[in-house]
């Protein structure tokens, strides 16, 4: 395969890139300008519209998304709510629906340019019906997207019982990484305990780790503190993720001050939610109203990388969503209030680079020898891409074509002018 005249995400304009044996084998400007493809590879012309790394989704439920309505609907909208549906749910589940739901929401995701997804999935179950479920989904799935997998024990380490054993069970059956949601434990001390056990569970199987950490409004919650603790006491330095992080937001200001050198010391990545916690955060508070998004811009300022995740599609906590990262990145911008063109460029890159370096991807990337994955954007740029949630022309995995969507546009019927509009920038 070869593309001619694309944009990459750092500005430069005209660049050839071409694909052998599923690889980035050349990438320049001009490189077949006025030269013909070799032979027999497929002939592309990106006409000057952006090229970029696929889209990752650091955080995300495979294991309910598109389970919307069953058995109810989240009255609340709380996140407390939406873990007592998820238990009403569980015991109705079929592995097969499950699988099939999965696999409909990769076909969308694929379709959007998402091509690795890191989901957790409940396995405090006795049958580890779901466990089971997405192992088959990503054995399924392993041609075209990538599904790391992380063992997550909704109903609490210590408060569920059994959960420890169904989680090493989980492990054993090649769930690839240890979760923990250690603020739904009955304590402060439980929930430091249970960090403590994931960890040191993490540190002898080999794997990393991604918990569910303070996810509330509480600002005095201090598990983020503890999961940096034992990341730097265990050496597992750039190996560990806290996702949500959302009581951050309502900390006190000097606490935090101490705080995020801690997280970057121990190399902790950070996960954001914007759909998600601009939506169940807040939920106690009269007016005003608080956002309960983590603080971005001050952890990637303190030097630690920071993703953002789509976390909930169409089930018992979030009602819409399309496996749209460009979505997710532009609500992130607009919580965070990141409008600056080096912040709106963050912002892209917390969908992309960023989420990839925190899933350990190899091979990622624009650069000779990386995976030919991409796709290809309506857009002349990040911030364009962004604004437009721009169509997703051409989507490419180890140069292999997975999706195309037509370029969007409208014919115009105004006297005086042109026949069709399109949203982009004039070149
Ligand atoms: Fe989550």
Not at 67 to 81: K, V
Not at 276 to 290: A, E, F, M, V
Not at 389 to 411: I, K
Request: proline fraction near 5%.
């Amino acid at each position: 395969m070869l593309i001619r005249n694309a944009t990459l995400p750092d500005g430069r304009t005209g660049i050839d890139l071409l694909v052998q044996h599923g690889r980035i084998a050349a990438i320049a400007p001009g490189l077949f300008h006025g030269r013909p493809a070799p032979a027999g590879a497929q002939d592309i012309d990106a006409a000057g519209w952006l090229l970029s790394p696929p889209f990752v989704d650091a955080h995300f439920h495979m294991d309910a998304t598109l389970s919307y309505g069953l058995p109810r609907i989240n009255a609340s909208g709380t996140l407390l709510e939406g873990i007592a549906l998820w238990g009403e749910l569980k015991p109705l589940l079929t592995e097969e629906a499950l699988v099939e739901r999965a696999l409909q929401y990769c076909d969308w995701a694929v379709a959007k340019g998402l091509l690795a997804i890191r989901s957790h999935v409940d396995v405090c179950d006795d049958r580890l019906l779901a466990v089971r479920a997405l192992l088959e989904v990503r054995r399924r799935v392993a041609p075209y997207l990538d599904l790391q997998l992380v063992a997550f024990p909704q109903d609490g380490l210590l408060r569920a019982p059994g959960a420890l054993a169904h989680l090493e069970r989980a492990l054993d059956l090649g769930v690839d990484v240890v979760g923990g949601i250690p603020h739904f434990e009955r304590t402060m001390a439980d929930g430091a305990e249970s960090v403590r056990i994931l960890c040191e569970l993490a540190a002898q199987r080999g794997l990393r780790v991604d918990m569910h950490c303070d996810e509330s409004d509480d600002p005095l919650s201090r598990h983020i503190e503890t999961l940096a603790f034992h990341t730097r006491r265990l050496g597992l330095h750039g190996r560990v993720t806290g996702s949500h992080l959302t009581s951050m937001h309502s900390m006190d200001n000097y606490y935090v001050s101490k705080l995020l050198p801690l997280i970057a010391e121990a190399q902790v990545h950070a996960v954001a939610n914007p759909l998600i916690n601009i939506t169940l955060q807040g939920r106690h508070d009269s007016y005003p109203k608080r956002r309960g998004m983590t603080r971005v811009p001050e952890l990637l300022a303190a030097g630690v990388n920071v993703a953002f995740g789509h976390d909930c599609v169409m089930d018992p906590w979030y009602s819409l969503g399309a496996g749209d990262m460009l979505e997710v990145a532009q609500m992130g911008l607009h919580v965070a209030q990141m409008t600056s063109q080096a912040q709106m460029r963050a912002c892209f890159d917390a969908v992309t680079v960023n989420a990839a370096k925190l899933l350990g991807l190899d091979g990622y990337g624009l650069e000779a020898g990386c995976h030919a994955d991409f796709v290809l954007l309506q857009a002349r740029s990040q911030v364009e891409a962004l604004r437009l949630r721009a169509a997703r022309l051409l989507v490419v995995r180890r140069g292999q074509v997975l999706a195309r969507t037509a370029p969007v546009q409208a014919a115009l019927q105004l006297p005086g002018r042109p026949a069709q509009v399109d949203w982009t920038l004039p070149r």
